[in-house]
Nanobody, 126 residues
Framework: QVQLVESGGGLVQAGDSLRLSCAASGLTFSSFAMAWFRQAPEKEREFVAAVNRNGDRTRYADSVKGRFTISRANADSAVYLQMNSLKPEDTAVYYC???????????????????WGQGTQVTVSS
């Protein structure tokens, strides 16, 4: 069965950096588009960043553009989210998501994704 396991979250100060990782298993990773979403307390889940199956197309939410970078390593079945210049408003549970797609598209809607990880908490103090 498909499993997505996030790691790398933690408590940091504003301006710090974190790198989230998502390890995938039970799937042919290179056939899946991947994304990161986040959910803050009492807010809806929101799109953060996405990458196509080849890693050559990416999309970002406006709120993280220029600060966050999504990347993937198909050989390692992993996707990453490098987060720089973190702000208190970045505080949330971050989720990794996957969807089967051979067309090399990028998806930003949460409804497009079939598989989700359990999430990792990121807390940014001011």
């Amino acid at each position: 069965q498909v499993q997505l396991v996030e790691s790398g979250g933690g408590l940091v100060q504003a301006g710090d950096s974190l790198r989230l990782s998502c390890a995938a298993s039970g799937l042919t990773f290179s056939s899946f588009a991947m994304a990161w979403f986040r959910q803050a307390p009492e807010k809806e889940r929101e799109f953060v960043a996405a990458v196509n199956r080849n890693g050559d197309r990416t999309r970002y939410a406006d709120s993280v553009k220029g600060r966050f970078t999504i990347s993937r390593a198909n050989a390692d079945s992993a996707v990453y989210l490098q987060m720089n210049s973190l702000k208190p408003e970045d505080t949330a549970v971050y989720y990794c998501a996957a969807v089967y797609d051979l067309r090399t598209l990028v998806f930003i809607a949460s409804a497009a994704y079939d598989y989700w990880g359990q999430g990792t908490q990121v807390t940014v103090s001011s």
